[in-house]
Structure formats: structure tokens, C-alpha cells
């Protein structure tokens, strides 16, 4: 949802907002504006001048660990609907919002090698549909994922891009997750090689032997377009590592807290135990025993505990 928290120093910054799948289930596009909105002026407060979000892949594996980031829900139309409004929300601010994850990118279980096969008819019936809402809506950039699309890495799947630059008329820049770029060069449709292992380009004289001159102009065309467009060159706070003092500013208002707890609340579904069909009596029943990781996460996780990562047993 909002600005990681993945440094311990910055908890206390920012304000703790519900997740995008909360958010999908507002079913409420001017909810969803307006938390993108709020959430892109933290982000500026930060220094920063680009949000890596909205991730809008719609639900297939139910216990995908992060199911909650994806406002999508399993609803291609409902994710649709909330990509675009999150998208005009979000680049009110002078701000980058990149899309993401494409394409398929619907598990964390072998996420770096597994393939997704889908084919044309159900791609664009129920996982399309989201990210070609956020591309009507103008959004600046898409990221591409870790696995593998039918058989070929996302971030080097020329089939993927020329869906969705030529398809879908995609305008913007397309930037590979961390670690994520496969094989990848110019030319092949990523336009942003992100940091990572993968070796891509290290020496000059490869990049000087392999290097497509017009893919490298349509490239930092792309990159620019989006970056005159959030007006970047004249509203970007610091550059760094001169950013300690915006990284570390308060950008949280009251405003903004009760605007997350506003949409917390309408999130949440109320169901009506009709029938007595669960064994829930009161005053009988005093305590309700809530088991799991989840229970006791706190709203930020540096050690990324609450996603069960490095928990003690």
C-alpha cells in the first residue's frame, strides 16, 4: 500500500494503510482514488518521484503470498475498474505510477522458474483486462515480473510486449522487477534494466557489439516521455544519497490517518451469523481464537516477519 517500511528508522513516517486487496474490497473507485492520491504525496514527501504500484494481477493460486497487494481481487472487471481510478489518483501527484506485475505473475512458489501458460482468449478475458485499464489511463510505466510466460521469461517475452506496447497502446516505459530481467536486451521490449544479478550489459564493449541503436532511442524516448510528463526534471526533492532528510521526514497527517481508517472500515464485510449456522453464541462465546502469522503482524514488517519470512519457530 504505502512507502515500505522496510527500514527500521522510517517506521513512524508514514501512515499504515490498508492493502490493495482491501481496497478492492470497497468496490469503491473514488475510495481507490483517493487512497492513491494520499499515498502518492507520501511518496513525494519521501523524495521519491516514481510508485511502484498499482499491482493489479487478478487472483488465480489462492495462497499466492501476495494476494494482498493485488488490487485486482478474482475480478477482472473490478480490477479494471480500481486500476484506472488508482492510476489518475496516484499521478495527480508529480509522480510515476508503474503498473505491475506482467504478465501472470500468480505465485510466489518457484516464482523465478515456474511458467505460466495462458492462452490469447483467456489472457485477454481475465488477467488483460486490469493492466490494459491502467494503460487507458495513462500510466506512466509497467513492470515486468520474475516467472516464466509459457515458456519464456516475462521480462524477455517479446510475444507479452508487443501485447501490450502495440495492443494495448501502451505509451510508457517498461522496467523489469529487481532481479528479474532474463536474458534481456534493447530491443526485446524492456526499456529499464532494474538492479539485480542478472549480468545484463556489464561491460561496454559487450553493449557497443550488441546494442540496437533505434531500440536504445525508443527506449529513452519512452523513459523521458514519462518523466516530462510527471514534470520529474523540476519537482524531484533530492537525488541520492543526498536524501537522508526527506527519507527520514514525517509525511503522515491526521488527514491521512483518518482517511486510512476510514477506508480500513470500508473494507471490511459484515456477514450475519442468520440461523445460528456457526457456533457462535453470546455471552457464551467470549473468546475467538485467531491462528496463524497473521494474527499478530504488526502493520509494518522491516524483517518481513508478517509474511513469514525469518520468523522464529
Known sequence: GGFRTYWTEVVGTVTAWPSLL????????????SYAKAVGEEFVGKGANTLLGPSVNV????RNGRNFEYLSGEDPFLGSVLARAYVEGAQANDLIAVVKHW?????ETNRGTESSNVDLKTAWELYYPPFS?????????AMCSYNRVNGEHACSNADQFRVLK?????????QSDWWASKFGKLGGGLDQDMPGNDLNYTELEDFEAEVNWDAVDESVTRILTAMYRANVMNTTKCAPPNCKEFFLANVSTPLHIALARRLAAESIVLL?????????????????????????APAWDPEGVSQNEDEDP
Open 59 to 62: 487472483h488465480r493460486v489462492a
Open 22 to 33: 482491501a481496497m478492492a474490497a470497497t468496490w469503491d473507485p473514488a475510495a481507490v482514488r
Open 166 to 174: 502495440q495492443d494495448m497502446g501502451f505509451q510508457g516505459f517498461v
Open 103 to 107: 504478465i501472470f505473475n500468480e505465485q
Open 133 to 141: 485499464a491502467a494503460v487507458g489511463a495513462g500510466v506512466d510505466a
Open 272 to 296: 450475519k451469523n442468520e440461523g445460528g449456522l456457526l457456533p457462535l453464541r453470546y455471552p457464551a462465546t467470549r473468546r475467538i481464537a485467531i491462528v496463524g502469522a497473521a494474527a499478530s
